[in-house]
Structures are given as structure tokens and as C-alpha cells.
């Protein structure tokens, strides 16, 4: 059951949806599952703020909806971020943050990014990796906001 209410809180935190209301949620509107699930915040729910009330809520609903298989995929997922070191999980809350921030269109740029980079060969990406890695910090500052500035031109084959 504990393992429930933490993995209720930390998808909370991964959902990016904070639908906050100045009263909260009331503790009697919650479903009978929802209640069974936050037990262990029963006694302290009218002292959470208003938006943590919200996060649990709708953590404890995905997590009743999820299948066995997508239940132990999120338990694997919040045990790799609670292994990460504090100050790299605020650098990670702050890019995601920021990407938040984006325009759609930026979004979608990074994405793509993203998808053609996983697609290229592990040596390519380790190669990349090491070249970023060997980068000043002006140098890697360039080049995000190079990134972030324009869009790619397509590239040929």
C-alpha cells in the first residue's frame, strides 16, 4: 500500500497537470478507492495546499486505471528517479520547466531532435555525447541556444 501512495505522489510530479483550486479538494469528495489509497495523508488532507490535494487526487485516479504491467513500469520509473542525486533531479525539474515554457512548435523541434538522435547508431550518440562533454560551457550555451533559435534545415540522404 505504501508503495501506492508514493507512486501516486511521484507521477503527480512527472503529470505537468496542476489544476488548482482555492478550496482544495475535499477529502469526502474523493471516491472510496481514492481515500483507500491516500489513507495515509487522511489525518493531514485539510493541511496540504490546494494544488497537492489536486496532484494526489488525479495520481491515485491514473494509478487505479493503469494495468498490473504499466503499475510495475511506473514503480521501475520512480526507482530510478529517487536513485538520482537531489541537485540532478532540480536540474531535470528545471529543464522540464523550461520546456513547458516553449512554444509548440519549439516543442515539437526538440522532439524530433530527440527521436532522430535515438535512432542513430550507439557509437554516433556516444560520439556526440563525448563531443558535448569536451564542449566549454560557452561552447555547449552556444549550441543549445543555436538549437533553440532556429529551426534545422533538412538534412539530405
Known sequence: MRAKIILAI???LFAGVVIAEDAGVAWNSLSEEQQKMLSDFADDWNTLPADRQERLSLGADRWSGMSQKQRNAAQNRFKQWRDIPPERRDQIRNRYQQYRNMSPE???RIRENFRRYKRMPVERRQELRNRFHD????QRKRLRDRATDRPRA???N
Open 10 to 12: 511521484a507521477m503527480t
Open 106 to 108: 519549439d516543442q515539437k
Open 154 to 156: 533538412p538534412t539530405r
Open 135 to 138: 564542449m566549454t560551457p560557452e
